[in-house]
């Protein structure tokens, strides 16, 4: 099977302006791929290129082994969208607007259209001007999962919606996924595409930075250390430690950054009294920033080739 989107040196250029340069990534089918960045990084570019709503400058780009420009019509009926931006006509019932996009799909069971709007808790019988924008853009979820398509492109796919409705959401996708669909989410909500994904993308100014697994990331990145003393300790002693980064100490307290081993600061912290111990693992979103400030010791690992 080849793989649902494959991207080779994809660019795209606005006049001057970049979009986005050189993006070369695969997802695998069957994959929940999350695509991070923040505001203006390039993720809807990426989306659009995907879906031939506009032309790269250079490179590539296949999708579900087709060319999404040639292809265009037999690849969109094997697609679920989700625009950042999903605009319908407001004037139709929610209900009519997708019992009308679920005929244009090849006739989605009506009753397939009831189990999402309530499980989204979404009024069918409400025009869509008249909701807000979160049940609008419930509309635009339930027409993208609506007829089990084999690779779901969601662009910023929670914006608007309430902690219950994002939850409901990640069921959803989970389903997807367990019945073998690919899905391809751009995000800035870093816990959603935690709990979800099995790699992120993180584009920073149209670039790839980083493509790895969650847990991968997770193994690649740092521990926040505190250990607490009985009596006051020097600086001097630890800052040297390999791996030991942004030391501070204050009396008995000492606070850093631990790359790698914690061999030698546990040794160097086990020549006094230690009171107290804690290491935490940064979340997704603490690692997306250091990768998106471009510390240059993150930058290091983050680089892909
Ligand atoms: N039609 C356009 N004309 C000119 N520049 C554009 C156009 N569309 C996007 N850009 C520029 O391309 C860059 C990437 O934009 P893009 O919308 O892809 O980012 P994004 O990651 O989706 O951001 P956001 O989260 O804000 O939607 C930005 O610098 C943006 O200003």
Redesign the pocket.
């Known amino acids: 099977m080849p793989p649902a989107i494959e991207l080779s040196k994809l660019t795209k250029t606005?006049g001057s302006?970049?979009?986005l340069i050189d993006l070369t990534l695969d997802v695998q089918p069957g994959e929940v791929f999350g695509y991070l960045?923040p505001?203006?990084?390039?993720?809807?570019?990426t989306i659009r290129l995907l879906l031939n709503l506009i032309r790269p400058s250079s490179g590539s780009a296949r999708v579900l082994g087709l060319d999404p420009a040639a292809d265009a019509v037999a690849l969109h009926r094997r697609l679920g969208y989700l625009a950042?931006d999903f605009v319908v006509d407001g004037r139709q019932r929610a209900g009519e607007c997708l019992t009308f996009l679920g005929n244009l799909r090849g006739a989605v069971p009506a009753d397939r259209i009831l189990e999402l709007a309530d499980r989204l808790e979404l009024d069918l019988t409400a025009r869509i001007k008249s909701l807000s924008k979160g049940n609008r853009q419930k509309v635009g979820l339930v027409q993208a999962f609506m007829h089990r398509p084999d690779l779901l492109i969601l662009d910023e796919p929670t914006s608007g919606l309430d902690p219950l409705v994002q939850q409901t959401f990640l069921e959803l996708v989970a389903e997807a996924r367990e019945e073998g669909q690919t899905v391809f989410m751009s995000s800035?909500v870093m816990s959603e595409v935690e709990a979800v994904a099995d790699r992120v993308a993180i584009i920073r100014e149209?670039r790839l930075v980083a493509l790895d697994t969650i847990g991968d990331l997770r193994a690649r990145s740092y521990l926040r250390v505190r250990i607490t003393f009985a009596e006051p300790v020097r600086a001097a002693e630890f800052t040297a430690l390999p791996g030991v980064r942004d030391l501070a100490v204050q009396g008995c307290l000492l606070d850093c950054r631990l790359d790698g081993s914690p061999d030698a600061l546990l040794k160097a912290a086990a020549r006094h009294t230690v009171t107290g111990l804690r290491a935490d693992t940064p979340d997704l979103e603490e690692l997306f920033h250091g990768y998106y400030s471009g510390h240059p010791s993150r930058r290091e690992t983050a680089d892909v080739a």
């Open positions: 606005y302006r970049r979009g960045g505001n203006g990084a390039g993720k809807s570019t950042g800035h149209g």
